[in-house]
């Protein structure tokens, strides 16, 4: 007899992080509810910057930590190889120009379309440099150099790879973690349902009429939706720009990519972002990216790597840039996750 789906949630890193397992007993899903939730909270120990005493907050301070938890240094390394691997479009040292335009609290603290006030110091410069880090193994010590950085986002790609690995490993079959509109999923190899996920209009709370068709992935979302505030009466938002240390310029308000891993989809979602629709979709087809580009006028497009996990919704059909797509029912309610 199939059991029940279970599900359960967890906040950390300033959003909740939901948890669905397809198959598993009541006893055994607490057990792993329990040992994610101590998880998560390592985590966010380790790598946030809205708790003063988080290893990354003390990195922050003198740009170096001695005796650094495995935790960080996987993050600041990741980090590392996102920047070289964007060409420098992936930055982390943001966190000065993210407070100077007032996101200094999380931003559940904060709210969608709050009039903030400008965050203490001066304007942030463009570091004009490659970010570097170094770990020396016989000191044991982790350097980042003089300018602060934030790990947000490639932290909750990170967590959500993780979470997904320890799930996997402690055999609980089929799940979804869902935190922030992003979603890691694995498929068990005797499962023959994929998992669907429901991508919202970034612009009301319209349904996109194209599902996600996915078995083990993950889906990653760069969009001005939620995270946007206006400082002296001008919009801003949470995607920095490295060139200018200001919220990015461009012709896109929200970019959707599908990839094997979590923290790599949200490097590759904010990329697409700062290029902008036509460089963007120029990238995806170079670098074989899966990505949903939605324009600051309404218009979809997509990559052709995006059409192998495209599925149109049963009950619409719909022309997107040209495209008629064609119609294809799913099997099972999709998760939905906004953009």
């Given at each position: 007899?199939?059991?029940?789906?279970?599900t359960w949630r967890v906040h950390a890193m300033g959003t909740y992080f939901n948890f669905q397992l397809r198959d598993a007993g009541q006893r055994e899903a607490k057990r792993l509810a329990e040992a994610s939730e101590r998880l998560l909270h390592s985590m966010e120990a380790s790598w946030s910057r809205f708790l003063a005493d988080s290893e990354l907050s003390s990195l922050n301070q003198t740009g170096e930590l001695r005796h650094p938890s495995t935790l960080l240094k996987l993050a600041v390394f990741e980090a590392l190889n996102a920047h070289r691997l964007t060409g420098g479009y992936f930055d982390p040292r943001v966190k000065r120009a993210l407070e100077h335009l007032g996101y200094e609290r999380s931003f559940a603290e904060l709210g969608t379309g709050a009039e903030l006030a400008?965050?203490?110091g001066s304007t942030p410069p463009s570091p004009g440099s490659a970010f570097c880090a170094t770990f020396d193994e016989h000191s044991d010590v982790l350097r980042i150099g003089s300018e602060p950085i934030d790990l947000g986002g490639i932290g909750k790609g990170l967590a959500l790879r993780m979470l997904s690995d320890h799930l996997r490993h402690s055999e609980s079959g089929s799940h979804l973690i869902e935190a922030?509109?992003?979603?890691?999923?694995?498929?068990?190899?005797r499962d023959?349902?994929?998992w669907f996920v429901d991508i919202e209009s970034?612009?009301?709370s319209a349904r996109l009429p194209m599902l996600v068709r996915i078995g083990s992935g993950a889906v990653a979302t760069s969009s001005l939706k939620v995270r946007n505030w206006k400082v002296d009466g001008r919009p801003k938002h949470h995607i920095i720009d490295p060139a200018t240390m200001d919220s990015a310029r461009?012709?896109?308000?929200?970019?959707?990519v599908v990839d094997a891993d979590s923290a790599r989809a949200e490097v590759l979602s904010k990329w697409i972002f700062l290029l902008g629709e036509a460089s963007g979709l120029e990238l995806a087809r170079e670098r074989q990216i899966a990505a949903l580009l939605i324009s600051t006028t309404g218009g979809v497009r997509y990559s052709s790597y995006w059409t192998r996990y495209m599925q149109?919704?049963?009950?619409?059909?719909?022309?997107a840039t040209g495209c008629i797509l064609s119609e294809v029912s799913s099997p099972i309610e999709p998760v939905?996750?906004?953009?």
């Open positions: 007899m199939k059991k029940e789906p279970r400008p965050g203490g922030g509109g992003d979603i890691r999923t694995y498929l068990d190899p023959q349902e994929p970034p612009f009301s461009s012709d896109l308000y929200a970019v959707t149109v919704r049963a009950e619409a059909s719909t022309r939905s996750v906004s953009t």
